[in-house]
């Protein structure tokens, strides 16, 4: 479904679908990676601290009417649960949320990291 979204409509380009309970409707979100840096390097930075992250795939800041977005993936080690993995990624939420004031959301797309 990403693969179609990103080949039928031309100006998107990053596309992850995140299944949740609650109804999400559209972000208005403007890209500021670009703008910061240093916040970005800081939780870059933090992800490589982390010892259940295998690697981090994208990693990107947007602005929103209440407040900064991070936006991140990661591949988790293959074999864990469903409930294994959201305890992961709702740990890697809170530390990036405290590394600075104005994230107000962290968006984790995780998949399992590839055989080796």
Request: charged content about 25%; glycine content about 6%.
């Amino acid at each position: 479904v990403e693969a179609r979204i990103r080949k039928h409509i031309a100006n998107v380009r990053h596309v992850h679908i995140h299944l949740e309970e609650d109804t999400v409707g559209a972000l208005n979100a403007r890209d500021i990676s670009s703008d910061e840096t240093s916040l970005l390097q800081r939780c870059a930075q933090y992800l490589e601290g982390q010892e259940m992250i295998c690697a981090v795939g994208m990693l990107r800041l947007f602005a929103t009417e209440d407040g900064l977005r991070l936006s991140i993936t990661v591949s988790l080690p293959r074999g864990l649960s469903l409930s294994e993995m959201h305890h992961h990624v709702d740990h890697l939420e809170n530390g990036l949320s405290a590394l600075d004031s104005r994230i107000d959301d962290v968006f984790i797309h995780a998949e399992p990291a590839d055989p080796t």
